[in-house]
């Protein structure tokens, strides 16, 4: 059956020593948004932690994407920044974010889109969720057309303390953020649970992470879905079904998702 091809091919992944194999992967669905993905490659090059993988899982863009990624290889070795790319036939997300985890190498696995900003301790907040049979699960804070066309005209100030306040204030501005109060950064568990932070009742496929073991058990997207949305939905509730844990926090590995 076409839709579940991912847990045939486990036995196919690459074998390296434990000491050059990246422990997280981050797999970043994109499709012609060539300025969208330098200003990602650029948040992720702010990380707290270096040690991890980024697969860009392209659904068909054309060259300008490949050339981005092209341009942000000098600061990146060519086996932590891979283009998993194929051919643009209409919606297939499922199918290519599949194909990027068969080739990426990290046991635990970051879900994102390629059309946000990521918190510059984003991987280590994933990374510190990591658990056998787990899947977590973070928000985003969605900016406006306004913010968002600030941070596209000044790259260089991506977390400046201009644009942390910029951030925050744009929920009153006439094109306002959906709650930009989550760009506030909360680690301390006890406070996150006394603010109701703790509790995500679904699945947003642009920000969660989960062991590469669970991802196989569930066996990946399901590829027959060729519609947009739903994809993510549909993995939720198989992982639900097999008892897996799972956990969610706003306010933690902070995304911010542009107009």
């Known amino acids: 059956m076409r839709g ?3 847990i045939r091919l486990v036995g196919q992944r690459l074998k390296a020593e434990a000491m050059s194999v990246p422990k997280v992967s981050l797999i970043a669905t994109t499709y ?7 200003l990602y490659l650029t948040s992720l090059s702010r990380q707290t ?4 993988q980024i697969v860009i899982a392209d659904d068909g863009s054309d060259a300008r994407s490949q050339e981005v990624v092209a341009r942000h290889r000098d600061v990146w ?16 997300k499922a199918m290519i974010v599949n194909e990027g985890v068969r080739q990426s190498t990290g046991e635990w696995l970051i879900f994102t889109d390629s059309d946000h900003l990521v918190h510059p301790r984003f991987v280590e907040d994933h990374l510190s969720q990591r658990a056998a049979r787990t899947l977590f699960m973070g928000r985003r804070v969605d900016l406006g057309r306004g913010i968002s066309e600030w941070v596209r005209q000044h790259p260089k100030k991506i977390f400046t303390r201009e644009f942390w306040l910029r951030v925050l204030i744009s929920g009153w501005s006439s094109t306002p953020s959906h709650n930009p109060q989550r760009a506030l950064r909360i680690a ?8 109701k932070l703790d509790h995500v009742p679904n699945l947003l496929g642009s920000n969660f992470s989960m ?19 739903g994809e993510d939905g549909d993995l ?10 799972i956990r969610g926090r706003k306010n933690f590995a902070v995304q911010l998702h542009l107009w």
């Open 188 to 195: 301390n568990h006890s406070l996150a649970h006394f603010l």
């Open 211 to 229: 062991d590469r073991a669970l991802f196989y058990e569930v066996n990946g997207f399901n590829e027959e879905n060729e519609h947009y949305w």
């Open 32 to 38: 012609n948004q060539p300025v969208d993905l330098d």
């Open 49 to 52: 932690i270096a040690d991890f």
């Open 4 to 6: 579940w091809p991912i």
């Open 236 to 245: 939720f509730a198989r992982v639900s079904h097999v008892g897996a844990t």
């Open 77 to 92: 070795a060519r086996e932590r920044l891979l283009h998993v790319w194929h051919e643009d036939s209409g919606y297939r």
